[in-house]
């Protein structure tokens, strides 16, 4: 059943109620506080149906429809821009495709342009992220800095990843070879 014309009925059935029984102010109070807040939850709970991107983490390998990059604003400090793809997961999980938003880089912006140019070309592109930008490192280096002679020590607790944010790799889709007769 639909949700749409299921919360129609029971928004029928609280007015109903409301207006055709005399007293029960309290029980009415509650109900109408109830069916604003079920809305609200609805409404919030419904951005991934709505088809709004999701934040979710990409799925391992997938095939890319479309890429749509938005940079930072310059002015707007808020609006930290994104890379919004339109995929279909290849693990078997979904098999409709469903948009993604991740973090913006210029690194990110460029193989996205890259992986548009594929597309308009007609070929299939398919993605897959490199890792989950997390990671250790650790290290020792020598370098032209300002603290005491230029020494610097690693500690073992690197990031693994500047953005902290997976990488994405596209690549074409190899055509299929066919069965021999």
């Given at each position: 059943?639909?949700?749409?014309?299921?919360?129609?009925?029971?928004?029928?059935?609280?007015?109903?109620?409301?207006?055709?029984?005399?007293?029960?102010?309290?029980?009415?109070?509650?109900l109408i506080?109830?069916?604003?807040?079920?809305?609200?939850?609805?409404?919030?709970?419904?951005?991934?149906v709505r088809g709004w991107p999701t934040d979710d983490q990409l799925p391992d390998k997938f095939i890319v429809h479309w890429i749509v990059v938005k940079e930072p604003s310059k002015t707007d400090v808020s609006n930290?821009?994104?890379?919004?793809?339109?995929?279909?997961?290849?693990?078997?999980?979904?098999?409709?495709?469903?948009?993604?938003?991740?973090?913006y880089s210029r690194e990110g912006h460029d193989d996205a342009q890259k992986a548009i140019g594929m597309i308009m070309e007609g070929k299939t592109v398919v993605?897959?992220?490199?890792?989950?930008?997390?990671?250790?490192?650790?290290?020792?280096?020598?370098?032209?800095?300002?603290?005491?002679?230029?020494?610097?020590?690693?500690n073992g607790t690197g990031g693994g990843?500047?953005?902290?944010?997976?990488?994405i790799i596209f690549h074409e889709l190899p055509p299929s070879k066919l069965p021999e007769k």
């Open positions: 059943m639909n949700i749409i014309p299921t919360f129609i009925l029971l928004g029928g059935l609280i007015l109903w109620f409301v207006i055709g029984t005399k007293g029960l102010w309290p029980l009415k109070m509650i506080t109830m069916t604003v807040c079920f809305s609200l939850f609805l409404s919030q709970t419904m951005k991934d930290k821009g994104g890379i919004y793809l339109w995929v279909t997961d290849l693990s078997g999980e979904g098999k409709e495709p469903r948009a993604y938003k991740t973090e993605g897959s992220r490199k890792g989950d930008g997390e990671g250790e490192g650790d290290g020792e280096g020598e370098g032209e800095g300002n603290g005491k002679k230029g020494q610097g020590q690693g990843s500047l953005s902290q944010s997976p990488e």
